[in-house]
């Protein structure tokens, strides 16, 4: 539950990696401070330095790979306690949290013989999380089961965390790199409520809810050790953040493969502070298929696609002279694409009318994408400009349902809907192209919209 305050201590982390770690000539991004290991004040340097960063960590520091974290997201959150008073599993999902930016450092130091980090900290403010959840096990003597929305505020005061680093080579330059981390916390208060136990009985729900509240400390008491744990373990892995791929890197295709791989979860939800619109569900206002005399037009509007957070980058190829990107990708899930439509013309040998909503269901797929990219100087930066896109799809199977056609004659728009996806391969292969053509122009302008932001220098080391 103080998954929020951990995702803050990470990019302090990874703050005070930057500033123990860059060189004397890196330029850090404004606001951070940069510490010298020679300074006698070192640590009171590392606490000034963590402090002001908290602003800028709040809203997201693209340069250093952190993402906005006031208000943050956590798509899933298991704590599965298995014996003891409480035995429970706790399943979270969808976790906004706020407040993180109310955090104050009480102290940070830095052993630079075994490369330690301990920090202790607290928030001035109740840290307040709002999601789903499902539980089902057993509170103290009363057994519990739900499923809903769920509200916590908890207070922290202290929060006590050791981070061990070690010294890596790569690339010819020195980085610390996270080896463990481990932390405790101490709560004042806890609150909770839980929307839904019981499937629903109001009065089973509310006498738990009173039951959980009443009882905070010892329910914390037996779930500390497992959020510990669960948290420990998880806050490596996220305060490692995003890697910026050197263009020199004879391996730079793997590298970007797999930060983009790594960094799809966020990307699917987006990040404001890179101009990136969230890709699950991603939404584009307007899409043509202009089939000309003798085919179909089809106009989309508001048209969601959902599902890409499930994507796999099967290959990447990134050529740094050329600036161009060669990238495959498979969707484990079905592509979903929801919206309003309008069309008219004739579809294979019948003609077709109507407007309204629609979905269109893509089995199995996969797509291919040539970027074409050039640098261009802009205000004294560099920035890339996307030249061309080029995109094709494969699928194995298309369902589609249009709803309103014919004017709303049901009979005919049954039929129709039939005949549709009775011959979706033939009516695949005569829009394909077109479809194909409409969206790399829909891609382009968002890729660009992230690329007219973000500076060269921040997306790649020279």
Not at 201 to 214: P, Q, R, T
Not at 231 to 247: D, M
Not at 425 to 440: G, H, I, V
Request: with cysteine.
């Amino acid at each position: 539950m103080t998954a929020n305050i951990l995702k803050i201590v990470c990019g302090l982390v990874y703050v005070v990696i930057v500033c123990i770690n860059a060189a004397p000539s890196t330029k850090l991004p404004k606001g951070f401070i940069q510490c010298k290991r020679s300074d006698p004040n070192f640590d009171t340097c590392l606490m000034t330095g963590a402090q002001s960063a908290i602003p800028h960590l709040a809203k997201g520091v693209p340069s250093l790979g952190i993402l906005k974290m006031d208000p943050l997201r956590i798509d899933k959150l298991l704590i599965d306690q298995g014996s003891g008073p409480v035995s429970i599993k706790l399943d979270f999902k969808n976790l906004d949290i706020s407040n993180l930016k109310s955090i104050v450092i009480d102290k940070i130091h830095f052993n630079p013989e075994s490369n330690n980090v301990d920090i202790e900290l607290h928030p001035l403010k109740p840290i307040v999380m709002d999601g789903d959840y499902e539980i089902s096990g057993k509170v103290l003597i009363l057994p519990i089961v739900g499923k809903g929305r769920c509200k916590i505020n908890i207070d922290v005061s202290n929060l006590i965390g050791n981070i061990k680093l070690k010294s890596v080579l790569k690339n010819g330059n020195k980085h610390l790199e996270i080896v463990n981390i481990s932390w405790t916390f101490t709560a004042s208060k806890l609150n909770l409520k839980f929307d839904n136990l019981f499937n629903g009985d109001k009065a089973l729900g509310d006498n738990m809810n009173v039951f959980l509240n009443e009882n905070w400390r010892e329910l914390l008491i037996e779930l500390k050790p497992a959020i510990e744990d669960v948290f420990g373990t998880a806050f490596k892995e996220i305060a490692k953040g995003f890697v910026q791929c050197k263009l020199s890197d004879p391996a730079i295709s793997e590298c970007m493969r797999n930060e983009l791989q790594r960094a799809t979860p966020y990307l699917s939800k987006g990040i404001p502070s890179l101009g990136l619109l969230p890709t699950d569900p991603l939404r584009i206002s307007s899409l043509t298929i202009d089939k000309g005399i003798g085919g179909v037009n089809l106009k989309f509007k508001d048209l969601d696609i959902l599902n890409m957070r499930s994507t796999i980058i099967k290959d990447l190829t990134f050529d740094p002279k050329n600036f161009t990107l060669n990238v495959a990708i498979v969707v484990q899930k079905p592509i979903i694409l929801e919206g309003q439509y309008e069309t008219n013309g004739r579809v294979i040998i019948l003609p077709i009318n109507g407007n309204g909503t629609c979905r269109f269901t893509l089995d199995n797929y996969k797509s291919f994408s040539v970027v074409k990219m050039k640098p261009v100087l802009k205000n004294g930066n560099t920035y890339l400009e996307v030249k061309s896109l080029d995109f094709k799809f494969t699928t194995s199977k298309m369902h589609l349902i249009m709803n309103n056609l014919f004017n709303g004659d049901k009979i005919l728009g049954d039929n129709m809907n039939l005949f549709l996806n009775e011959n979706w391969m033939e009516l695949l292969n005569d829009m394909q192209p077109a479809f194909e053509k409409a969206l790399s122009v829909a891609f382009i302008s968002i890729a660009q919209e992230f690329f007219n932001r973000i500076p060269l220098n921040q997306i790649f080391i020279d």
